[in-house]
C-alpha cells in the first residue's frame, strides 16, 4: 500500500489547481515519484495524507474551561470565544483544529485556517476519486520540553525560516533580522534546510546545515499525531475509528520505532516454526525406530519373510501357520472358538448345525434375538473373535484372521 502526500497550494485550492505531491513506499524508505499536477491528475493510492502549508496556519495555545469538551458544537462555540480577540478574521470563516490528546484546564494548542480554502481542496480531491485519511499540518509545535527546530524552505529569492518550539510555529524571514526576532536558538537546536536555501542557511546560521528534500520533509510531519480534520471535516465515527485503525496498523507494520519489534516477533515466530519442525521430527524419528523394531523382529523370527509390508498382521499369520504345522493350537482352530462360544451363549441355546471351513465357523438353528446377539457378539470380541448373524446362520471367525 503506497502512501501519496498532497500539500495545498496557498493561492487556490480548487479542482484546477496544482498540488505538490510525494508517493512513498508503505513503510515509508523509498520516495516513488514525486510533482504537481491536477487533483484529477494525482497518483491514486489506498491512503492519502493532505498536508497544510505553514503559511496557512496560526497557532494559538488556549486552557480549555470545564465542560468544554461535552460535544464538538459546544467546543467550537468556546473556542470561538477564546480567539475571538486574537484573531483578524471573523472566528466563523476559520477552521479549528484542537491539539491532539487536550485537556480542560491544561493549556493546548489550536490551529487554524481559512475554512473555505481547506473545504475546496479537500472536496476537489475526493471529487476526483482520492479519498483523504488525514488532514496534518506542514509543521507543528514541540512538545513541553524538546529542543526547537528550524527548517529554510523556500527559493533563494524568497527563502523562509520556520522555528517549531514549545512557544509555537514562527515563520520568519531567511536573514540575520528574521533570525534576530525568533531570539537567541539553544545549541541542540536542530536545524535542517532544503536543498535550494541550503547556503543562506548556513550563512544566516553560522554552521553547517543538513538537506532534507520537501518530500522527506512531509513524510516526516505524517508521522506526528495531527490531524486537522475535525469538526466539520470531521468524518463520520465509523470512518474515523477505520483512519486511526489504518494509521495504528501501518505504524505497527512499518512505523520505524516498531521495528525491533518486528523483527523480535518475526524471530519468535521463526523458532516456534524450528521448535515445531524438530519436536515432529524426533517423534517420527522415534516413530519410524519402533516400525524397525517391530520390521526387524519378523523377519528374525520367519526368515522366510523376505517382504514386509503390515509386520503384525504378517506375524500373526506366521505364528498361526507356525501351530498349525506343530500341532499347536490356535485362536483360529476350531476347539478354541468352541470353547469361546459356549461361554458367550446363554445356557440352552444349542445349534442344529454346524459347520467349520477356513477358520470360520457356522452355527445354524441358535435362533438368537437382537439383543441376545449383541451380547454374544460383545462377549466373543472381549475375547479375540468377530461374530456377525446372517438369517438363521451364525458365523464366528478369529479377529486376526478376519
Known amino acids: 500500500m503506497a502512501l501519496l502526500l498532497v500539500t495545498i497550494p496557498l493561492a487556490s485550492g480548487g479542482a484546477a489547481a496544482e498540488y505538490g505531491w510525494a508517493a512513498w513506499s508503505s513503510d515509508g524508505r523509498k520516495l516513488r515519484a514525486q510533482g504537481s499536477a491536477a487533483p484529477a491528475l494525482l497518483p491514486s493510492s489506498d491512503e492519502v495524507i493532505l498536508v497544510v502549508p505553514v503559511a496557512a496556519l496560526s497557532w494559538h495555545q488556549v486552557t480549555l474551561p470545564q465542560g468544554s469538551m461535552s460535544g464538538a458544537a459546544r467546543l467550537r462555540s468556546v473556542l470561538n470565544g477564546l480567539l475571538e480577540d486574537r484573531l483578524l478574521d471573523d472566528p466563523e470563516s476559520l477552521h479549528f483544529a484542537l491539539e491532539p490528546g487536550a485537556r480542560v484546564d491544561a493549556p493546548a494548542w489550536v490551529a487554524a485556517c481559512n475554512r473555505i480554502w481547506l473545504r475546496s481542496a479537500v472536496q476537489a480531491l475526493e471529487g476526483a476519486g482520492r479519498r483523504i485519511t488525514r488532514i496534518i499540518p506542514e509543521f507543528a509545535p514541540q512538545p513541553a520540553g524538546a529542543p526547537p527546530m528550524v527548517f529554510a524552505i523556500g527559493e533563494p529569492a524568497a527563502a523562509s525560516c520556520v522555528v517549531c518550539g514549545a512557544e509555537g510555529v514562527a515563520l520568519l524571514p531567511l536573514d540575520a533580522a528574521g533570525l534576530a526576532l525568533a531570539g537567541p536558538l539553544p545549541p541542540e537546536t536542530t536545524a535542517l534546510a532544503e536543498p ?71 524471530a519468535l515466530v521463526l523458532a516456534q516454526l524450528v521448535g515445531l519442525n524438530a519436536w515432529a521430527w524426533k517423534e517420527r524419528s522415534a516413530l519410524d525406530a519402533k516400525r524397525g523394531a517391530v520390521r526387524a523382529l519378523l523377519t528374525q523370527t520367519f526368515p522366510s519373510v523376505q517382504l514386509v509390508v503390515d509386520a503384525p498382521l504378517q506375524m500373526a499369520r506366521e505364528v498361526a501357520a507356525l501351530q498349525q504345522a506343530t500341532g499347536g493350537v490356535a485362536a483360529s482352530d476350531l476347539e478354541p472358538m468352541l470353547g469361546a462360544l459356549a461361554a458367550s451363549l446363554t445356557p440352552g441355546r444349542v445349534p442344529t448345525a454346524i459347520d467349520f471351513s477356513a477358520g470360520q465357523l457356522r452355527l445354524r438353528g441358535l435362533g438368537l434375538p437382537a439383543s441376545e446377539f449383541s451380547s454374544v457378539k460383545n462377549a466373543l470380541s472381549s475375547r479375540g473373535y468377530a461374530a456377525r448373524s446372517e438369517g438363521d446362520l451364525l458365523l464366528v471367525q478369529a479377529e486376526t484372521a478376519r
Open 196 to 266: 535550494a536555501v541550503a547556503e543562506l542557511a548556513e550563512s544566516a546560521l553560522g554552521r553547517r546545515v543538513p538537506i532534507i528534500k520537501p518530500a522527506a520533509r512531509w513524510l516526516q510531519a505524517s508521522r506526528s499525531p495531527w490531524d486537522l480534520a475535525q469538526f466539520d471535516l470531521a468524518s463520520t465515527g465509523r470512518a474515523r475509528a477505520g483512519k486511526k485503525l489504518a494509521a495504528i496498523s501501518r505504524e505497527l507494520w512499518h512505523g520505524p520505532r516498531w521495528r525491533a519489534a518486528r523483527w523480535g516477533a518475526l
